[in-house]
């Protein structure tokens, strides 16, 4: 079975302009320093790349005009690192940036008809059709194969149609059912497999059964939303606004978008109103026409800003996305109340629910107005869902389904998986080879490149910058606005490499993402598979290549079995450190607090219902339906789902600290680095 998209499939690249040479702002009256500034453009790269100047980039001295030294000092991890570098590494260098070149030749990459939706053809997303499905809990409605087999309204319906949604995806097959059911659920499937309409589509079309909040010239100060859809950053929550939108459509659902970044008091306030005032006066009094000017025109947009909010919130709102930072800020300054709530959604359940945000989102659900589990259905999506956190999460949720789609984070044989022994010193080379061996096909692809730190992703951006790469970072010390350029300019192709930490890990859908490369592993192996899922996404091919080095040690038994599971080849120098390593990896640097969840070998074990762990303590006559592959039809009915102990009180949860209450979740784990 093959899963059409309507959009057509044409050259790839083909028929787009070039880009103009890009120049990073900081840089546009730097003296040009080395040859690839001189020269940026798509096609002279191969050439630039090949060029006798390349050498001064090997060896991790980078001299840039006798200005910036990029040398990385004080390493002093050469002497094990080098060997092994010259035992692995050497076969495979300099062969490197031709398989990448070739690995690119392989991706299907749309074009921009494809995009647009033209022309024939389709994505492919056969790559789904065998994903085995499990779903375990208390009489699991029966999963679908068509839109118009559940009863979705028709304003939805011609939505899902305008959004050419032909076929429901896996994750949709079966989570829409068990929603519009009016279950709780907790989902987990992989990246970029359509979760945000799984957990949309039945809120929508329960609003429109029950009756609009938010009715013409019903107004009050207090918004009282009847969904509530809570997501780790400001980015992701903006992305659920814009596509729930998409789905509400001409239906008269409300839906309002609240993140950080400054709290709406201060926004509506006072004392944002008499900061723009005081810099207002003194630019008048300073006589300063320019500055005048621009200032009055920022007031002015200020203004219109405020209004437009408060007039979003006091209309009436059916359906609020919000990060946990400035909900809580809303609600305590008596903007939101969360008394009507049918339906509460959490994506990226499994980040909201460990250390950073636990708290916040403990506060909101419990302690806020929110009607109990029970009175209001609950549903969790991720693509990741540790045991210890879906433990923590049956808190929050009455009688639920569990459903697994896929064994691992990502989908088997879209994300072609590519991991490379790189010590620290030569990551700056190695990426330059990377991203001029891509370059040199000649596509068009978004490059999006993770590093640990957000010194790092400043850093590497000014680097690829002076190398003449267009590279643009973001992260969380970034204000919103430059948050927002630099994924606008990323996406539009302006800057086709994002040098990003993990605040862009998750949720983000960014079309023609063909590449992820983690300049830095992460810690988690959780966060490996949702950085490498923001390519390879509705079924199309992508590539993620690791730089790992020495410090990644811990990482490599998980990563092995992960990669195992996705059918990816496994280097040998891989496995060797896997075996070498295997007890040092306890589930990851955020989960460790939680007890490790039985090593790294067993969660990547494909993510399973925990209650199923618990063989004695009273939980018995739990069964589930288990689906061979979503299209097998093999649909068996559930058990009884009785005797089910709850779990035992949770301890091991601290204050998790990084708060900025009416800002943003700032979160201590390093989520926003
Ligand atoms: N039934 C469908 N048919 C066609 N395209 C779909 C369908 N469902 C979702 N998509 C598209 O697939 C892409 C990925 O969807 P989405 O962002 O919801 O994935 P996700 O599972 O939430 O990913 P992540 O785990 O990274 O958050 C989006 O561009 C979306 O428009």
């Known amino acids: ?31 040009v320093a080395n040859p690839y500034n001189a020269a940026y453009g798509y096609s002279p790269y191969s050439a630039v790349y090949n060029a006798p100047g390349y050498g001064q980039y090997g060896g991790g001295g980078y001299v840039l005009g006798g200005q910036q030294d990029f040398a990385p000092r004080g390493r002093g991890r050469r002497g094990r690192g080098g060997q092994r570098r010259n035992e692995y590494e050497s076969s495979s260098s300099s062969s490197f940036a031709d398989a990448i070149a070739e690995k690119f030749n392989e991706l299907e990459v749309l074009g921009e008809e494809e995009a647009a939706g ?14 085995p499905v499990k779903a375990t809990g208390n009489e699991v409605p029966p999963p679908v194969e068509r839109f118009d087999e559940i009863d979705l309204g028709e304003g939805l319906m011609q939505n899902i149609r305008r959004c050419k949604y032909s076929k429901p995806t896996p994750v949709q097959k079966h989570a829409i059912p068990i929603a519009v059911a009016g279950r709780d659920l907790m989902a987990c499937a992989q990246t970029g497999s359509g979760k945000t309409a799984a957990f949309c589509f039945p809120i929508i079309s329960t609003i429109l059964k029950n009756g609009l909040n938010s009715g013409p010239g019903g107004t009050r100060t207090v918004a009282q939303p009847s969904a509530l859809i809570l997501s780790p950053t400001r980015e992701l929550s903006c992305q659920i606004h814009e596509e729930a939108k998409k789905f509400a459509f001409k239906t008269g659902v409300r839906i309002v978008v609240a993140y950080g970044g400054a709290s709406i008091q201060q926004q509506l306030g006072s004392s944002c109103k008499w900061a723009f005032c005081s810099i207002w006066l003194v630019a008048h009094l300073s006589g300063d026409v320019g500055l005048r000017l621009f200032n009055s025109v920022r007031f002015f947009f200020y203004g219109i800003c405020c209004v437009v909010q408060l007039y979003n919130l006091e209309k009436g709102v059916d359906i609020l996305v919000a990060t946990p930072g400035r909900l809580a800020d809303m609600i305590d300054r008596g903007r939101v109340s969360l008394k009507m709530i049918k339906h509460l959604a959490l994506d990226e359940a499994d980040r909201m ?26 549903m969790l999506f991720s693509a990741t869902f540790p045991d210890e956190i879906q433990r923590l999460a049956s808190d929050f949720l009455k009688d639920y389904i569990f459903l697994s789609v896929g064994r691992v984070g990502s989908s088997t044989g879209l994300i072609s998986q590519k991991i490379e022994l790189v010590q620290d010193m030569d990551k700056r080379s190695h990426i330059m080879k990377l991203l001029h061996g891509q370059k040199a096909n000649g596509k068009r692809d978004l490059t999006l490149v993770f590093t640990e730190t957000k010194k790092g992703a400043d850093a590497l951006e000014y680097y690829l910058s002076m ?6 970072a973001i992260h969380g010390d970034k204000v919103q606005m430059e948050r927002e350029r630099a994924l606008r300019s990323f996406k539009a192709g302006v800057t086709p490499i994002l040098v990003a930490t993990d605040v862009a890990s998750r949720g983000l859908d960014i079309p023609n993402v063909s590449h992820v490369i983690n300049f830095d592993l992460p810690k988690d192996i959780d966060d490996y598979v949702h950085r490498i899922g923001r390519t390879g996404r509705a079924g199309k091919s992508g590539l993620a290549t ?63 219902d925990y209650r199923n762990d618990y063989s004695g303590g009273g939980y018995g006559g739990y069964g589930g339906a288990s689906y061979g592959g979503y299209d097998s039809g093999s649909y068996y009915g559930d058990n009884d789902y009785g005797g089910y102990a709850a779990p035992p009180a949770w301890s091991g949860l601290g204050g998790g600290g990084g708060y900025e209450l009416g800002t943003e979740a700032v979160v201590a784990s390093g989520w926003d680095m």
Not at 119 to 128: D, K, P, R, S, V
Not at 467 to 472: K, M, V
Not at 573 to 600: D, M
Request: net charge positive; aromatic share 10%.
């Open 1 to 31: 079975m093959s899963w059409d998209f309507t959009g057509g499939r044409g050259g790839a690249g083909g028929g787009r302009a070039r880009l103009p040479s890009y120049v990073p702002p900081h840089l546009r009256n730097a003296p």
């Open 353 to 378: 629910l460990d250390m950073g945000f636990e708290p916040q989102i403990r506060k909101i659900v419990q302690q806020m107005g929110m009607p109990p589990p029970g009175q209001r259905q609950t």
């Open 546 to 608: 690791a730089f790992f080095s020495d410090q990644n040690m811990p990482l490599a038994k998980p990563l092995v079995e992960l990669m195992k599971e996705s059918n990816q080849e496994v280097p040998p120098w891989l496995s060797e450190y896997a075996k070498s390593s295997s007890n040092t990896y306890s589930g990851g640097g955020r989960y460790r607090r939680y007890g490790g969840g039985g090593g790294g070998g067993s969660r990547h074990g494909g993510y399973d």
């Open 118 to 131: 033209g022309g024939g053809g389709g994505i492919n997303f056969e790559a789904y059709d065998d994903i």
């Open 467 to 472: 190398s003449g790469l267009p590279a643009i």
